[in-house]
């Protein structure tokens, strides 16, 4: 028992020999020391999230304008993923099955919470029953802080970042376009109206301060930028910098950051024991582009789902490996849970998968299928399902309404708070940054992603035996998703 202990407890002192105090010092210093070592050998984790990355917004994912060379250096550097899916095609649910590791039927948060909404969407919040991944981290001796948009509910504190596992956080609690878009550190909101123009930069100078304090312990810090979400906005230094109008500014400084934040952790000695993830929470809206897949942010065609992930962790990561694998945003909490080396028991499976067979500098070319199957949710329910070839829209999916080109429109809904910005220079509807061509999509529409990736031909009749296996495998998942309590 260590001496300040004895020290602390009256009558136990007198309990032990004088002579073995030189014993109990040394018990003492040793396990002092194996914690210290055990704290060590755990790696950092910086997951950073962008908000409505289209699948093709990166250079190193074929853009011919947007420029992201910190971003294409972070591909190279270690592995892309290029059939990477979230569960849903809008915020809230997947930024709920990114921290749980579960469905958003799973884990209960299907639809996004929404201030100035209906009171019911107001009223939404992720169970407080949900243990989430920085809350087992702490747990394991990390310091965990998170920066940005929330989005799992913000009307009572005990639902805020600061009370599901953070030690720290900075951000908006919703999306930017939601009223009143308020700054909050901690418990308290600091700032309204907020500069949205110095919003990424803000919150790269608070990673960065992050890493500097806790660079000598194990930390998880989770950066969910504004960007490039509407109402667009960037600093001074960007505007109009890029050559690819707005979106591009607003682009380049999420670049930029995310090479400030790989800057720091060399400067700081802690490069080659931390792994950095960056991906997106759906398809893009306006303005981005989803690299030649049908539809956008909001549908359930391969637009909403399929984004960007980059995975980068020297020495243990393969560099410059490209994974056609499909994947899913719950993975990234099995993939952060095994490389931190979790061993605590938990409550409720996941249903995610770890991605290390497939990103390990030693990996196996014979790795089997990473999942039988994947579901997508559209407006919130169970819609669609793949695998690696086919994909079944089981709920029709329309075209959403665009508005003709050169129609002056202006986003109702924002923005609020300061930018530099004229109202006009935002994305317009016209801007659509998916293909709107291809086959109408009704009830039970097949298509075959091998060789169709922009879903344009519906083969659903000359395929009847993969529509009736495809709905069994979605039926029986559903039954099962249904019945898990919460």
Known sequence: MPTRVIAALPGLKEMFDPALAPLIALVTVVAAAHAAAAEVDRPNVV????????????????HPKFRTPHLDRLASQGARFTQFNTPAPFC????????????????????NPTPDGRPAADALALAADQVLLPAYLKRAGYSTAMIGKWHLGHRHVEQWPISRGFDEYLGILYSNDMRPVQLVDGRQVVEY??????????????????????????????????????????????????GAGLYGDALAELDDSVGQVLAKLVDVGIDDRT????????????????????????TSWEGGFRVPCLVRWPGKVAAGRVVDEPAVMMDLFETVWEGAGL????????????????????????TPPLHEFILGQHGGQLATIRDRRWKLHVVAQ?????????????????????????????????QYPGLRTGDATPAMSLFDLTSDPAEQHNVAAQHPDEVSRLKALFDRASRELARVER
Not at 47 to 56: K, N, P, Q, S, V
Not at 208 to 229: D, G, N, S, T, V
Not at 355 to 363: E, F, G, R
Request: aromatic share 10%.
């Open 47 to 62: 997951l950073i999230l962008a908000d409505d990355l289209g699948y093709g917004d990166l250079g190193c994912y074929g």
């Open 92 to 111: 809230a649910p997947t930024r709920a099955s990114l921290l749980t590791g579960m469905y958003p039927v799973h884990c209960g948060l299907t639809m």
């Open 193 to 242: 109206p907020l500069v949205q123009a110095t919003l990424t930069e803000r919150y790269t100078k608070r990673a960065l301060e992050f890493i500097e304090r806790r660079r000598q312990q194990p930390f998880f810090l989770y950066i969910a930028h504004a960007m490039p979400h509407k109402p667009l906005a960037c600093s001074e230094k960007f505007y109009k910098q890029s």
């Open 275 to 298: 792994m950095v993830i960056f991906t997106s929470d759906n398809g893009p809206w306006c303005g981005g582009s989803s690299g030649g897949l049908r539809g956008m942010k909001g």
């Open 343 to 366: 061993t605590e028991q938990r409550a409720r499976a996941t249903d995610g998968r770890s991605l290390w067979p497939w990103l390990a500098v030693n990996a196996s070319a014979e």
């Open 398 to 430: 329309d075209d959403p309404p665009v508005h003709s080109p050169g129609e002056r429109w202006i986003d109702p809904r924002g923005p609020d708070g300061v930018t530099i910005l004229a109202p006009y220079e935002q994305a317009t509807r016209d």
